[in-house]
């Protein structure tokens, strides 16, 4: 109940194709859907959020699709450059009352732009 | 821009030796966090803060672990007597405040345990 699970494991995509990343949660109680962008021996940087009451949001040439009803969001990569080259992690905040911020991860998918 | 700060960036230490993982979270940020991230693996939730008190804590949080606000701008996390299995990244976060939601994390502290 408490997983958040994302797929694929690791992509490859060429420079200018769209890269897709998917994940699944069980838990209702999630109320926040932040996407993260690590590259090596760097911290987790936001990319881009949602919220449940939305289907998508955009942020240039990030997107969010949000499937409430199948409990699935994920993640596409427009026009994919090798700058964009890392890994993402999804991630899903749980609400209990407003007493915690705690943000659960995915596993993590790396993704290769190739030129 | 505003960004959280943690040192070191690279901790060697030896079994059963006490460490502290300093970070300096975005300054007018309330909610304070502790994540890990064992090589290759997911983040993981330690513990979270605020007002001065763990407001929820992991499993992983066990009594080994313990964190701090010493002053106005650091935040620590201390662990007690180090195991082989805490080897790994231990990143910082922050957010505004519970509404915004958005937490920034730091470029992380790697940690080793020999």
């Known amino acids: 109940q408490q997983q958040v699970k994302q797929s694929p494991q690791s992509l490859i995509v060429q420079k200018g194709g769209i890269s897709i990343i998917n994940c699944a949660y069980e838990?209702?109680?999630?109320?926040?859907f932040p996407w993260y962008q690590q590259f090596p021996g760097k911290g987790p940087a936001l990319l881009i959020a949602i919220r449940p009451d939305v289907s998508e949001k955009k942020e240039g040439r990030f997107t969010i699709s949000f499937n409430k009803s199948a409990k699935q969001f994920s993640l596409h990569i427009m026009d994919s450059q090798p700058g964009d080259s890392a890994t993402y992690f999804c991630a899903a905040r749980r609400s209990e009352g407003g007493a915690t911020n705690k943000l659960i991860f995915g596993t993590g998918t790396l993704l290769a732009v190739q030129p | 821009e505003p960004e959280v700060t943690q040192t070191p960036s690279h901790q060697v230490t030896q079994m059963g030796q006490e460490v502290i993982l300093r970070c300096v979270p975005i300054?007018?940020?309330?909610?304070f966090y502790w994540y890990r991230q064992i090589l290759g693996q997911k983040v993981e939730f330690l513990v979270s803060?605020?007002?001065?008190?763990?407001?929820?804590k992991s499993e992983i949080f066990d009594d080994q672990f313990s964190v701090e606000r010493p002053d106005g701008s650091n935040f620590t996390l201390k662990i007690r007597s180090t195991k082989l299995e805490d080897s790994a990244m231990y990143f910082c976060a922050s957010s505004e405040h519970q509404i915004s939601y958005e937490q920034y994390f730091g470029p992380g502290t790697r940690l080793t345990v020999t």
């Open positions: 300054s007018n940020h309330l909610y």
């Open positions: 803060f605020y007002n001065n008190e763990i407001s929820e």
């Open positions: 838990n209702t109680a999630f109320d926040y």
